[in-house]
């Protein structure tokens, strides 16, 4: 039971993901540089909650799956999908520290190419979850 569920949330994960690297980022960049900085900020905030969750969950459930199972697909899908977490505090948050430091009025050059770093960071975050995603689909069959 616990597979199918992990599964499910990876597969959110790497949606929300793939879709903030794919569509969202790449539409806000031909927003003004105030424009930009603005839009960033709450978008990440409520990105990070969400994202932030389902790893976790999906963590705990891929383990589980694992103890139960003892197949080894599922603690490598968990592994991948808590990857994230130490990801993004060790080297996504110090560029977002940054950025939310910026006053939205200050924005320019320099807040937008903090979040083109930003961006290009996140991507990884969407690997990660496919990863998981995928290991989790090789699992379940």
């Known amino acids: 039971m616990f597979g199918p569920l992990s599964l499910v949330v990876a597969a959110l994960f790497a949606g929300a993901a793939i879709y903030i690297s ?64 130490p990801f993004t505090l060790f080297v996504i948050k110090p560029v977002n520290e940054e950025l939310n430091a910026i006053p939205n009025g200050a924005a320019g050059a320099h807040s937008r190419a903090l979040i083109l770093r930003w961006g290009q960071l996140h991507a990884v975050r969407s690997l990660l979850g496919a990863l998981a995603t995928g290991f989790f689909l090789w699992a379940s069959m």
Request: charged share 10%; proline share 3%; aromatic share 14%.
């Open 22 to 85: 794919w569509a969202e980022q790449p539409a806000r960049l031909h927003l003004d540089d105030q424009a930009l900085l603005t839009e960033w900020k709450p978008s990440y905030a409520r990105g990070f909650t969400m994202q932030a969750s389902l790893a976790a969950i999906g963590f705990v459930l891929g383990v589980l799956e694992w103890i139960v199972t003892n197949n080894y697909l599922w603690l490598l899908g968990a592994v991948a999908l808590v990857a994230n977490w």
